[in-house]
Nanobody, 123 residues
Framework: QVQLVESGGGLVQTGGSLTLSCSHS????????MAWFRRDPGKDYVFVAG???????YYTDSVKSRFLISRDNTTNTMYLQMHKLKPEDTAVYYC?????????????????WGQGIQVTVSS
């Protein structure tokens, strides 16, 4: 089994920065790519950024040049550095991992999920 735990969320003003962390434990050899999603209440998961085991990264257009995804395979931790935050970035952010295959935007493809963490950007 794989466990994912997010941390680092909170409240920040427009233009500010936050860094989310995703601690990854359990049968980590079962995972390939990892990603961050976000979701507004009552809406679907939206892909934010993903990273392969080899370090290749992918971003949704709205966060390119503002967010940076990274992973430290020695500590089994994934990060999302978020800069120049906007009110529309407000959401619950989720860490997710694939059991096999490459990064895709579809949330249904992901096998393991964290519990989510709130990010609120005030205007």
């Amino acid at each position: 089994q794989v466990q994912l735990v997010e941390s680092g969320g909170g409240l920040v003003q427009t233009g500010g920065s936050l860094t989310l962390s995703c601690s990854h434990s359990g049968s980590i050899w079962r995972t390939t790519g990892m990603a961050w999603f976000r979701r507004d209440p009552g809406k679907d998961y939206v892909f934010v950024a993903g990273i392969e085991r080899d370090g290749s990264t992918y971003y949704t257009d709205s966060v390119k040049s503002r967010f940076l995804i990274s992973r430290d395979n020695t500590t089994n931790t994934m990060y999302l550095q978020m800069h120049k935050l906007k009110p529309e970035d407000t959401a619950v952010y989720y860490c997710a991992a694939l059991a096999y295959g490459h990064i895709v935007h579809a949330s249904q493809a992901y096998d393991y999920w964290g519990q989510g963490i709130q990010v609120t950007v005030s205007s």
